[in-house]
């Protein structure tokens, strides 16, 4: 049986499959086919637990390819604390939540304020989560695990999978840090692009007035 941790992102996927790693009987891997295009995107192997939050957006195709046939995670973490932490990845390269603003919503992010940043990001939770939400209705092996009682819920994953391995290692693998953002580097990032748009957009109304 395979295995898929669905979640928006910024909300302990990286760690969750860390603990993973301590599973025997299950390989592990965190956004591994990630650019991987047509039916190769889903070719995992069998037995194998994946976490990957752009996979909220390929749910129909995920639903054909595994549907019935695969246990469902639904990572989850407070709203407010999950949008924080994408207001500080909003102009870093391949971040989930510029190409939402930008792509989806239509809202550059660069000609934004920071309170409209985060009602963005705020969205873009609630979207993704309704999103699995809807995706899980039917499915009958599934579990629901909050980040801020990941280790009750990673006992109860590791129970309903038939897990074999070290479990008091993978617990003490979800009291680590991992993929953290690094917010002064995004910020020095945004200012200097932030700087560049408002420029051409002043230059822009100069030459048509």
């Known amino acids: 049986m395979n295995v898929f941790v669905l979640c928006t992102g910024r909300s302990g996927s990286s760690g969750f499959i860390k603990a993973c790693k301590h599973i025997s009987n299950y390989s592990s891997a965190h956004e591994s086919l990630s650019e991987a295009l047509g ?3 889903f070719d995992f192997p069998k037995s194998h637990i994946e976490a990957d ?9 995920l639903e054909k390819h595994y549907g019935k046939n695969a246990f ?21 390269p391949k971040s989930m939540i510029y190409a939402y603003a930008n792509g989806i919503k239509k809202l550059p ?7 409209q ?7 873009y939770v609630d979207t993704v989560n309704s999103n699995i939400d809807l995706f899980l209705k039917d499915k009958p092996n599934q579990l629901s695990i909050e980040l801020e009682d990941i280790h009750s819920g990673f006992k109860m994953f590791w129970k309903s999978i038939k897990a074999e391995g070290d479990l008091e290692k993978a ?5 680590k840090k991992h993929n953290r953002s690094k917010k002064r580097n995004i910020n020095l990032t945004y200012s ?3 700087a560049i748009l408002k420029s051409k957009l002043y230059l822009d109304q100069w030459f048509k007035s």
């Open 72 to 92: 469902y995670v639904h990572l989850k973490r407070n709203k407010e604390l999950t949008a924080r932490s994408f207001m500080n990845r909003f102009l870093m």
């Open 171 to 175: 617990l003490r693998e979800l009291d």
């Open 39 to 41: 039916s190769a995107r």
């Open 109 to 115: 992010p660069e000609i934004l304020n920071s309170e």
């Open 192 to 194: 200097f692009k932030h």
């Open 53 to 61: 939050n752009r996979l909220s957006w390929q749910l129909g195709q």
């Open 117 to 123: 940043h985060f009602k963005i990001c705020i969205d």
